[in-house]
DNA sequence: AATGTGCTTCATTTTGAATTGAAATCATTG
DNA sequence: CAATGATTTCAATTCAAAATGAAGCACATT
């Protein structure tokens, strides 16, 4: 639960006593608390915890942050993170620093919680609800070949789950404009 | 992925040869079909996917169900379609007939589509959207304690973090309506 | 071309949530 | 109130999705 300490490979800062004393420590544990509280947002949109840990990592930092120094901080592979900064950067809610060009790169979180919350619901919502559309279809297909008896009453039911696909589908750009306020 | 065909402990229509051959299979792959799509519906959600199978194959069927006929239908245990049951009644999403009363016990879907997708939001998003408010205002608590530089950007960035939430947590009930309208 | 550094890939491992079903519980009936 | 049968519970198991990190790749530098 708790955070790695101060890892002693760590280079910056070597041993800066003009801190107060528990400054640093506050300083993780608020990096730790964004982490968890986006980390729990992703989950709750379906996606990966670790885009979330990450997105809240750069969220709670002044600076950006290379991939490596993120994969310390948290704790995690470098693997995740590499997979996690790519898709938030297409989700548009990072961004890179000094472009493909030499050295490490630098990454930095964009703001607007509309960038991110728009990409986790693209990632996931939008194509279920897509798919939803195709397998009613596919249902409907099939009714004319139910017994005689059942055709009606499936008819129906498929009519109603249909309607409340086509309204879902069509308020959900309109959720996506709401969530994205901040 | 096959569903178990129609066992031989099924007491009704022991042998009524007047139904066309393709008719019963198409009534399996009828319900199956459904509990497919509820099923993904409760993971798009967050919750367990065997809710959405359990309430598709009612949503399918004519005529009520009792809790093992639902069971060997779909092919899941018992302990499963008992939890299930017992979440989807607490939804109002599933009515059982004839109340604690003689003998097994039947269910029947309600076809309100909001009744099923309120439960969800409830079990799942509702709770979810509470703590991140909670995990906020802990953070707000930690900004003094960290080192005077990191404070005002900090703060501003909680700030718009909490601006979100409000946001968020005052048009849910407005989603969950629109998502109730069949 | 060779070396070095940072990044990505993906086969394996881990993790945690869902599922299972045997045993306990509860309800009904003779 | 014993017996029967339906239902619930929960410890153990299963399984899918996420995380891992070593090996390979790409590009820069000498």
Known sequence: MTAKTLSPTLPETPF???????????VLEFEEGLGALFGDL????????????????????????????????LGVGIG??????????????????????RGTALFF???????????????????????????????TSLVPSLPPEERKVSKQRLERLSRWHSRAKSI???IEKLLGGG
């Open 16 to 26: 800066d006593s003009s801190e107060p004393a528990g400054s640093q420590a506050a």
């Open 42 to 73: 992703a989950e709750l949109f379906g996606n990966p915890r670790s885009y979330g840990l990450i997105y809240g990592t750069l969220f709670a930092s002044r600076e950006p942050l290379s991939m490596e120094a993120i994969a310390e901080r």
């Open 80 to 101: 995740s993170v590499s997979m996690g900064l790519r898709r938030l950067e297409e989700f548009g809610a990072i961004e890179r620093e000094r472009g493909t060009g």
């Open 109 to 139: 979180a964009k703001l607007e919680m509309r960038l991110l919350v728009g990409g986790f619901l693209r990632e996931r919502v939008l194509p279920r609800i897509a798919a939803t559309g195709t397998q009613v279809e596919a249902l």
């Open 172 to 174: 959900l750009p309109f």
